[in-house]
């Protein structure tokens, strides 16, 4: 077979939203199928940040919250640098009058991949709709 035929899963940027979703989702990833799920490396540290929250809200209970701490250790999601990366995001936020940086690195990572931001978030989506690149797991 020509493997210029072969179907190539599309590169995804997935933010911490889509991500404690996917984790706390009994069916987790399966969403997103063989995409290849990247992230800056902050997801990590937001989603057990996020779920922590959760608990000590009352929101969710501590063993659901721990299993999707496990499901985000094995989560089909690789970490990914780029040398412009905080550059990026400090401009984005700076275009986009953001105080903060955080959701700025994964749209950054998305623009300098040249791929989609996926995101839950309805805030992010709207503030970021000149860009083109975000969408939610529906959108797949």
Known sequence: MDPSLTARPLTLVIDASAASNACLAETGFATYGSEELVAPALLWSEVRSSLREA???????????????????????????????????WEIADQLGWAKTYDAE???????????????????????????IVIGPADL
């Open 55 to 89: 608990v000590w809200r009352r929101e969710l209970a501590s063993e659901r919250a721990l299993d999707a701490l496990a499901k985000l250790e094995r989560a089909p999601i690789a970490a990914r640098k780029h040398a412009g990366l905080s550059v990026k995001a």
């Open 106 to 132: 994964y749209i950054a990572l998305a623009v300098l991949l040249k791929c989609r931001l996926v995101t839950l978030d309805d805030r992010l989506r709207r503030g970021t709709e000149r860009f083109g």
